[in-house]
Structure formats: C-alpha cells, structure tokens
C-alpha cells in the first residue's frame, strides 16, 4: 500500500497493558519521499477527546481535502511513532494543507 503524507489511517494500537490491540486512527506526518523508500512511516495518534492541550491540533470535516471524519479529533503532535506501513489497515482521508502546517508548527515546538 501506497502512504503519503496527510493521509488520515486506521491501524491497531496496542491497549497499555500490551495483551491486545484496538484499531485507531493516526495521521501520517513523514514526507512522501521518506514514505516511498522505507518500510516505515511515521505518524501521530488521533483523538476524539477534545481538550485544550499544548501540542495539539483539533480537526473537523471541514479541514479534511477529501475522505470522512466521523467525529471531531484532536490530533496529538506529542505521541509521535514509528509504524510499519503493512500494520495500516485502511485510509480515511486526507488534511487539508493549512492543517499540515498547524501540525507542523506543534510538533517544532517540542523541540
């Protein structure tokens, strides 16, 4: 499967007691070029717990390009991962450029 960058996935996240796992959506934040040549992407996890939290982006459907978002999310710039593309299991939809750069920008701030 082909990633890219601003899509919005479903993959399995594992429960914190690491004995299951319980699928959730997550946005792809690596570029494209990085996406093409590993096996790897890296991403960070969607939430539909909206809180005003310091890196953290909140997204409706209205900021997507295209695809659905069923609920209002908070995207969390501040649990970045390392996945495996073959763990996605589907893609839901992609951001739109403006929220990119949001991401972007929170996720700078950490560092």
């Excluded at 649990?79 to 990119?100: A, P």
Aim: hydrophobic share 40%; glycine share 2%; proline share 5%.
């Amino acid at each position: 499967m082909i990633i890219n960058q601003k899509e919005i996935v479903l993959l399995p996240f594992p429960f914190s007691d690491l004995e299951g796992t319980r699928v959730r959506p997550a946005l792809v934040v690596s570029n494209d070029e990085l996406n093409k040549k590993s096996d790897y992407c890296i991403m960070v996890p969607l939430t539909i717990v909206i809180k005003d939290e310091p890196y953290s982006v909140v997204i409706d459907q209205k900021d997507l390009s295209s695809g659905k978002l069923l609920k209002p999310s908070r995207i969390r710039t501040d649990k970045i991962f390392c996945v495996k593309k073959d763990m996605v299991n589907m893609k839901i939809g992609v951001i739109n450029n403006q929220v990119l750069e949001k991401v972007k920008i929170e996720i700078q701030k950490m560092f």
